[in-house]
């Protein structure tokens, strides 16, 4: 049995590279899983299940091929693309997971999975934006707008965090580790996988009580560098691997 999971494609059109990368990597390297879960940020934005144009449409037939083969196909909202919903999950064949979900990796050994963003605790600017992006009357309310102005305002919230961004540290962005060891005893779990912070790495830690935790960080991909990121459960091995987009049709 073979899990994958990614993050952070940020899939756009502008970016059409990127784009056949991913149907790519669903076609070939993704092929052979039994289940992906998709844990945040497929898109850079998702203005609602009603604004499908040819550039949504195409990574939603390939997510539909993808789900019609056999597989499970799990997907977590991020925090660009928030507003994905029931109908994208009809139309792709996926399932629609909360933030934070738990699994079970080996018999019942259990791994939590986030997109990672509810983590970063000491970005007070973002919790805020976060708590209201995440609220249900908020969301109702955006999603009542206009297709145009709702586009206008996923422009200028893409805008407004670049420049906020630019002027922050890197360990306010990155995610707290008193967070990450208070959820993880929340939830009795010692593994957990997550994404958001574009910063790929496996940390080894020391729970309270003594027991050894991992936190396994998924990579952004990015065309320009040629490169993707997953976390692949073979069995009960989990390993942080990362792969060229470029050649995902040659393996």
């Given at each position: 049995m073979t899990t994958l999971f990614i993050a952070d494609l940020h899939l756009q059109q502008d970016t059409p590279e990127l784009t056949r990368a991913f149907l790519n990597y669903l076609e070939y390297r993704a092929r052979d899983a039994d289940a992906l879960y998709?844990?945040?940020?497929?898109?850079?934005?998702?203005?609602?299940?009603?604004?499908?144009?040819?550039?949504?449409?195409?990574?939603?037939?390939?997510?539909?091929?993808?789900?019609?083969?056999?597989?499970?196909?799990?997907?977590?909202?991020?925090?660009?693309?928030?507003?994905?919903?029931?109908?994208?999950a009809e139309l792709t064949g996926a399932i629609l997971v909360d933030d934070p979900a738990i699994i079970t990796i080996d018999k019942d050994v259990p791994a939590l999975l986030m997109h990672g963003d509810s983590l970063c605790t000491q970005d007070g600017e973002y919790m805020q934006f976060r708590a209201m992006t995440r609220d249900p009357q908020w969301q109702q309310q955006t999603l009542a707008m206009p297709i145009e102005q709702r586009r206008q305002l996923a422009d200028r919230m893409r805008e407004g965090s670049g420049s906020a961004n630019g002027s922050?540290?890197?360990?306010?962005?990155?995610?707290?580790?008193?967070?990450?060891?208070?959820?993880?005893?929340q939830c009795h779990v010692r593994t957990l996988i997550h994404g958001h912070t574009h910063r790929p790495d496996v940390h080894d830690f020391r729970l309270h009580g003594d027991e050894v935790a991992k936190r396994?960080?998924?990579?952004?991909?990015?065309?320009?560098r040629d490169e993707g990121w997953e976390v692949r459960l073979d069995g009960i091995t989990l390993t942080l691997e990362h792969f060229s987009l470029s050649e995902l049709p040659y393996h």
């Open positions: 998709i844990m945040g940020d497929l898109f850079e934005s998702w203005i609602g299940d009603d604004a499908i144009d040819d550039f949504e449409q195409e990574v939603i037939e390939a997510l539909r091929r993808f789900s019609d083969g056999g597989r499970h196909l799990y997907v977590m909202h991020g925090n660009r693309d928030f507003l994905l919903g029931e109908r994208f922050k540290s890197d360990d306010i962005m990155d995610v707290s580790q008193e967070a990450v060891e208070e959820i993880m005893e396994y960080v998924l990579g952004d991909w990015d065309h320009e």
